[in-house]
């Protein structure tokens, strides 16, 4: 990336400047954005020309302080040079850590990631939900698993992120994960996050997904019809673990919750209604709305089913639920052919 790059010697005067010599500063300029650098050394106001940045005047004393002047340029430039050649992302304060022989602890990716997480998983509660936060564990896996399948590391410095790399792990979801579009999409714009993290503190100073333009598809869904769902019913299930799945698959089917919320829902949460009928009370988990749904007989049937489950009644859930993977990998042996 092309940067503006300029420097200048100036003169600041304290706020208690009576009279006598005032001190020298170099302005390093990168961008648009200033770092200064006192030189340690000063210069009487009226032997100072601001205009090529330097004293006036053929005493000794002046040839050396322009001498000086020059070799601090020079050195400036140098420090410009060398983190062209090394690729090295080029920042007003960069650049004077370069000049003044500063080493620079370099921001990593994974690092960013994992800080990220572990402040996301403290908020839980109060800024984020548990559903948002549990996807970026996984989509930190899915990066080092990229990292390692692509370049054999374990971690990159954020600034070497650019759209080759978002392009790479594009076609590594697809490819080797085996996601499909939509899925793909989403591991990156959770990873599009981190990157904005980066963006902001200017450790990255171009966003690799400015020429990334995915789309989620639409996609549409196949209802069971209730043939269906009572083949479902009555299918005959190998474990006790499948028979969870079933069971909490068709209360998700009767009550209209997503996996997260049957998994939270409590059995404080079913209440009587006016009605004089049984009714779950609770807030939806993604958005955070109080909703009330009356619970349908069968749904009840399901219920009471597990009203003195061991796990139920150690943890005050309604059901026993598993883990989103492994409720996802425990669905194929329910389906009904």
């Not at 070799?71 to 007003?92: F, G, M, P």
């Not at 399948?149 to 374990?154: S, T």
Request: with cysteine.
């Amino acid at each position: 990336m092309k940067t503006n790059f300029s420097l200048l010697f100036y003169m600041k005067k304290p706020k208690n400047y009576l009279k006598g010599v005032a001190p020298i500063y170099l302005r390093i300029t990168v961008n648009g954005l200033r770092s200064e650098i006192t030189t340690g050394r000063s210069c009487e106001p009226l032997r100072w020309n601001s205009g090529v940045g330097r004293a006036n005047g053929n005493k000794e004393e002046i040839k050396s302080l322009n001498t000086y002047l020059d070799h601090l340029q020079i050195k400036v430039y140098e420090a410009h040079s060398q983190l062209i050649e090394a690729d090295e992302v080029i920042t007003a304060e960069h650049l004077r850590n370069k000049f003044q022989g500063k080493t620079e602890k370099q921001i990593t990716l994974i690092e960013v990631f994992k800080d990220h997480n572990y402040k996301m998983e403290s908020l839980v509660g109060s800024e984020f939900s548990k559903g948002t936060a549990e996807r970026y564990p996984t989509s930190l896996k899915h990066t080092l698993d990229f990292l390692k399948w692509k370049y054999d590391v374990e971690d990159i410095e954020i600034r070497k992120i650019d759209y080759t790399f978002i392009s790479e792990y594009d076609y590594y979801l697809r490819s080797v994960r085996k996601c499909a579009n939509n899925s793909t999409v989403k591991y990156l714009k959770n990873f599009g996050k981190i990157i904005r993290i980066g963006l902001s503190n200017g450790w990255l100073t171009v966003n690799p997904f400015l020429n990334y333009k995915p789309k989620i598809k639409k996609i549409d869904r196949v209802y069971l019809n209730p043939e269906e769902i009572q083949l479902i019913t009555e299918k005959k299930m190998a474990t006790e673990r499948l028979t969870y799945v079933r069971d909490i698959f068709l209360f998700s089917c009767y009550t209209g919750l997503s996996y997260i919320d049957v998994k939270n829902l409590r059995k404080t949460d079913i209440i009587n209604g006016i009605d004089g009928e049984k009714w779950i009370s609770i807030k939806r988990q993604k958005t955070n709305v109080p909703s009330r749904i009356p619970l349908l007989l069968t749904a009840s049937t399901l219920l009471n089913q597990y009203h003195d489950n061991p796990i139920c009644l150690n943890n005050g859930m309604i059901f026993p639920v598993l883990s989103n993977q492994k409720m996802d990998s425990y669905c194929a042996p329910v389906k009904v052919a």
